[in-house]
C-alpha cells in the first residue's frame, strides 16, 4: 500500500506541476536582421488578459555573453526618441575589445504592451556580435543565448503562484527612476530553444597578408592626404601671393 500511496502522489504532484506550467506566461525570444549587428525581440503572452495585467510592469533581464554587447550610446540614443527603455546593468562596456579580453553583460529591459496582442508584453533590443580569436580553421563559432529572466511588479496578482519563483528580486522601477523596487520572478514556458548566433572568425595563417594590407592601405591613404594638403596650400599660397 505505502509503494502504491507513493505512486499516485508522485503522479497527482507532476500533473500539478504541468497544470500550473501551462497556466504559465509564455516567452518567445527571436532574433532580428543578418550580420554583427542584430535586434533581439522578447516576447511574453500571459494567455489572460484582466485587470491585473493592465496594471503590471513587466521588465526582462537578459545575460549576454562575453561575445554580445550592447552600446550604451545607441540605447541612450533610442531612449530619446522613446524607442526603448532599458538600462545597462554592468558598468563600463568597453565596445572595442574583442571576445576574449571583454566580460559579461547583463541588460534590464521595461517592456511594452504589444499591439498586436492584447495578452503580451514586448521589447526590442540592438544587440552587437565581437570579434573572436582568429582560429586554425576558421568557419564560424556559435554564441549561446540563453533565455531572459521575466520579472513583474503588479499591484494585483493575477498569476498563478505555481509560476511565481520564491524569492523576489531588488530592480530600479523604471529607466527613469532609478529607486529600487521589488520585483516577482516569473517561471514561464519557452516557446523556442535557446538561440544560437554564428559568428565569422578568421584564418591564423592570413595574419601576415592581413597586416601587410592594412599597412600598405594606411601608407596609400596617407600618401593621398598629404599629397591633396600639399596642393591645397600652395594653390592658397599663389592665390595670396597674387591678391597682394
Known amino acids: ?16 506541476c504541468v497544470y500550473a506550467e501551462n497556466r504559465c506566461p509564455e516567452v518567445m525570444q527571436q532574433l532580428l536582421k543578418n550580420g554583427f549587428h542584430r535586434d533581439l525581440l522578447i516576447r511574453v503572452n500571459f494567455g489572460t488578459v484582466d485587470e491585473g495585467t493592465g496594471s503590471s510592469i ?4 537578459v545575460h549576454l555573453p562575453k561575445g554580445l554587447y550592447v552600446d550604451p550610446y545607441e540605447l541612450t540614443s533610442l531612449q530619446m526618441h522613446n524607442l526603448t ?34 495578452s503580451c508584453f514586448r521589447a526590442i533590443l540592438p544587440l552587437h556580435c565581437r570579434y573572436h580569436r582568429p582560429t586554425g ?37 523604471s529607466q527613469k527612476d532609478l529607486y529600487i523596487c521589488r520585483w516577482d520572478s516569473m517561471k514561464f514556458k519557452p516557446v523556442s530553444k535557446e538561440l544560437k548566433l554564428q559568428i565569422p572568425v578568421g584564418l591564423k595563417h592570413h595574419l601576415t597578408l592581413v597586416c601587410m594590407v592594412t599597412l600598405a592601405t594606411t601608407i596609400l591613404c ?23
Open 1 to 16: 500500500m505505502d509503494i502504491f500511496a507513493f505512486w499516485i502522489t508522485l503522479f497527482v504532484c507532476m500533473a500539478e
Open 58 to 61: 513587466v521588465a526582462v533581464k
Open 85 to 118: 527603455q532599458a538600462l545597462v546593468i554592468t558598468d563600463d562596456i568597453d565596445l572595442e575589445v574583442p571576445e576574449y579580453l571583454a566580460t559579461e553583460v547583463s541588460v534590464l529591459i521595461y517592456m511594452r504592451p504589444d499591439p498586436e496582442c492584447v
Open 137 to 173: 580553421s576558421g568557419g564560424k563559432i556559435s554564441v549561446v543565448l540563453k533565455n531572459p529572466e521575466i520579472l513583474i511588479s503588479s499591484q494585483k496578482s493575477f498569476l498563478s503562484m505555481e509560476c511565481l519563483k520564491e524569492t523576489e528580486i531588488e530592480a530600479p522601477c
Open 222 to 244: 596617407s600618401s593621398l592626404l598629404l599629397s591633396a594638403l600639399f596642393k591645397y596650400e600652395c594653390i592658397s599660397f599663389v592665390q595670396t601671393s597674387l591678391q597682394n
